[in-house]
């Protein structure tokens, strides 16, 4: 759906009061939760009942971002959850295009025939018909998306608390500016909302500055310990199980941005992540250039994501997951050595 038909749509959509859920995917991250604030807030005030809600917790990195406290986590309240879901009048669905990734509420949401819409900006979608869509792959996050959606309304829509969760779902999307930017309007964006925001220099210490001491700890243990270097493929892995995590006290976002440190050695085009949690192996991808890790994630490990960015699950040991990752490279050996 193109701009112009999109925003068509969502004038019919949003022009009377409803009852709207604005829920993201599993396992939220800055963009997830940036974009379900800011779009919540602004459908709040055209006069709409909202609630945000996704299916587990998300970082305490996090928990600072302005409505966060209002955000319902499914997995500690699922009654409650549930009859938010069942009394809506609309579920935006944003940041997610797949059901599966709905986590723990994707039954609940297979079985409600309840009107959606959809602001994302992954590849693909197994969703049913939406009232309208929003879907770019080439924007950096969906907080973007979100921001251009309020903008077209008006700037005066755009408060201090919906420009700070934008500028956090921006900001962590692409990794401090470091990739996804597409084009020179995420820039243009991010001016207009630091015009509204709290103090930048306040977001990015309130992101990255609020370690643990167990946290910085395990960096260091990945980096120094178990960080594998695969010079012929240009690749480097690091893998960390249930135990070695719980030997650290693992909290939810403890490896938040662990996968994009071996890309700053010159020689790596490709990094990543395996975690074991919760009986699942889970992959976070990184990658320079053009090299895709959205096409590695997605033929080989139940995932995909963005051209630099992806993830992936399995559910076998680390083991198993480790010898299949070491079994696909060669496929990729002359990609991953591309000037």
Known sequence: MQREEFFHALDT????????TVLSHVNPDGDAIGSSLAFSQFLQKLGHEVEVMVSNDFPEFLAWMPGASRIHIYDKESDICDQILE?????????????????LIQDKLKSLKINKILIDHHRDTDFDVFLCALSDTQVSSTSELVAETIL???????DESIATNILVGIVTDTGSFSHSIYHPETFSICAKMI??????????????????????????FSISNKMEILDEYATAIIALTKDELASFDYQVGDTEGVVNYPLSLKKIRMSVLVTERQGVIRFSFRSKGSFSVHEVAQKY????GHTNAAGGTLTCSMEAALEKLHQILPEYKAMLNQD
């Open 152 to 158: 077209h309304y008006g700037e005066h829509f755009v």
């Open 13 to 20: 959509v949003i022009q009377a009061p409803r009852k709207i």
């Open 301 to 304: 490990f139940n995932g995909g």
């Open 87 to 103: 009394s809506s009048d609309l579920i935006a669905i944003l940041d997610f295009n797949h059901i599966s990734r709905a986590g």
């Open 195 to 220: 015009e509204k925001s709290i103090s930048y220099n306040q977001i990015h210490q309130l992101v990255y500055d609020t370690f643990s001491e167990n946290r910085l700890r395990l960096l260091g």
